[in-house]
């Protein structure tokens, strides 16, 4: 059981590339979800999914789109990248039951994005 | 729009205090509230979850409270050790997945 796991971990993209960042989780999770971290700041919510094949928008989407074909994966994609997305990047899962429910979410471990 | 903050910014203590940390949240209509724990260059850890209905979760030498009223939660740290050190973020669930606070960086010095 590997829990959530990103790839690749380090990355330096110069200003217009793309790229995707891939996150996969196998503890059959229902929401996964996407979040960036910039120096000395909380996490902020880029997009996240609360199933195969529904995706919403968070507080910062601009310039990144997302996917989720499957349970298990669910890719962040960069086009056209800017010096303003350098940053960590993290992806979570968690299983929400009906209501309330629990709702730990468990995160991978970055991946680490330098646009020059 | 849900906002957390989280004081001190920085706290420093010597090994064997016990410490509180604060986080408060602007909207009270949450589902739960969850304390996790990130060490430097490492992803987010998750230390408790505590459901609305709740008033406080423990773990160890970690205990977790929760006042929806007054839109506050705290965490506890019983004889702080060096191995302590670390940044904890809070982040509430309510309508929206989760808001994070921007953290409190603990230094538990020996």
């Known amino acids: ?116 | 729009k849900q906002e957390v903050t989280q004081i001190p910014a920085a706290l420093s203590v010597p090994e064997g205090e016990n410490l509180v940390l604060n986080c408060s949240f602007t909207d009270s209509a949450i589902y739960n509230l969850q304390w996790f724990r990130q060490d430097p260059g490492k992803g987010l850890t998750s230390l408790l979850l505590i459901q609305s209905s709740q008033r406080e979760q423990t773990s160890g030498r970690l205990n977790a409270s929760l006042d929806k009223s007054s839109g506050r939660s705290t965490l506890y740290i019983a004889a702080s050790q060096p191995g302590d050190s670390a940044t904890y973020l809070c982040a509430a669930t309510g309508n929206t997945p989760l808001v994070f606070g921007k953290g409190t960086r603990l230094s538990v010095i020996a």
């Open chain 1, 1 to 116: 059981n590997a829990g959530v796991t990103q790839t690749p971990k380090f990355r330096i993209l110069k200003i217009g590339q793309s790229m995707t960042l891939q996150c996969t989780q196998d503890m059959n999770h229902n929401y996964m979800y996407w979040y960036r971290q910039d120096p000395g700041m909380g996490l902020k919510l880029i997009y996240y999914s609360v199933g195969a094949g529904i995706t919403d928008k968070g507080e910062v989407p601009n310039g990144y789109n997302v996917s989720r074909s499957t349970t298990e994966d669910f890719p962040l994609r960069l086009e056209l990248a800017a010096p303003s997305q350098t940053s960590v990047y993290f992806c979570a899962s968690s299983q929400r039951s009906s209501g309330q429910g629990a709702d730990t979410q468990y995160f991978g471990p970055g991946t680490r994005l330098t646009v020059l």
